[in-house]
């Protein structure tokens, strides 16, 4: 059984990520979400709680055990995925910073990765996005999407978080 870390950021696609969780165990995986405190506005960690069977990290410090959960599960992991990748985590992530659970576990672990980004096109577009995401790519992350079309804020363009299914397609030769 593969360990899957499953990173829930801040944007309106976070009640998709819900689906991919409940996807990702069906599929057999160990699945482990960890979610950033805004990823916490839009949907509940009781949520994928309940959908991976396993507790849900969203803060550094109550930790459960002597062994920070950042370190714990990095150990353990097989690959990551970040559905939904705010334009913010993914800056945090190409910079090296580690502020929160899902950044600090990212600092920790690089190995397999895969990063669905989801925002608004504008936002996606800006350079200094554009910027980070060609370093995650050149270390190696993998992207998977965005894809064109509507996002929840009324735009059209690049930021349309892939769909669970599609996300599953590329993780499952993994699982
Ligand atoms: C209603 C709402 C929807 C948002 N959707 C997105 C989004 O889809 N993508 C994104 O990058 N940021 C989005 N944001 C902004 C992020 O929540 C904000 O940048 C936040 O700091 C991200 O924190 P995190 O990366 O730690 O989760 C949204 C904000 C609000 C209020």
Redesign the pocket.
């Known amino acids: 059984m593969k360990t899957v870390v499953l990173g829930v ?5 976070a009640y998709k990520a819900a689906a991919l969780c409940s996807k990702l165990t069906q599929a057999g995986a160990d699945v482990h979400v960890i979610m ?4 916490t506005e839009f949907v509940t960690p009781l949520s994928f709680m309940t959908l991976s069977r396993n507790p849900v990290v969203t803060g550094l410090f109550n930790i459960p055990e002597w062994r920070p959960e950042h370190v714990a599960l990095a150990d353990r992991a097989d690959i990551a995925v970040i559905a ?1 990748a ?4 993914i800056g945090k992530i190409a910079n090296g910073i580690g502020d ?1 659970a899902l950044s600090t576990f990212m600092l920790t672990f690089y190995s397999k990765v895969f990063i669905a980004p ?3 096109p504008r ?1 996606y577009n800006n350079p200094a996005v554009q910027e980070n995401i060609a370093k995650l790519k050149e270390r190696g992350f993998q992207f998977i999407g965005p894809e064109a079309g509507h ?3 009324g735009a059209a363009g690049m930021g349309r978080m892939c769909e669970p299914d599609k996300i599953m397609e590329i993780l499952l030769p993994h699982l």
């Not at 950021?9 to 696609?13: K, N």
């Not at 705010?86 to 985590?89: E, K």
């Open positions: 950021s801040g944007g309106i696609a950033t405190e805004n990823a939904p705010t334009a913010n985590i929160d989801a925002m608004n936002m996002v929840a804020c």
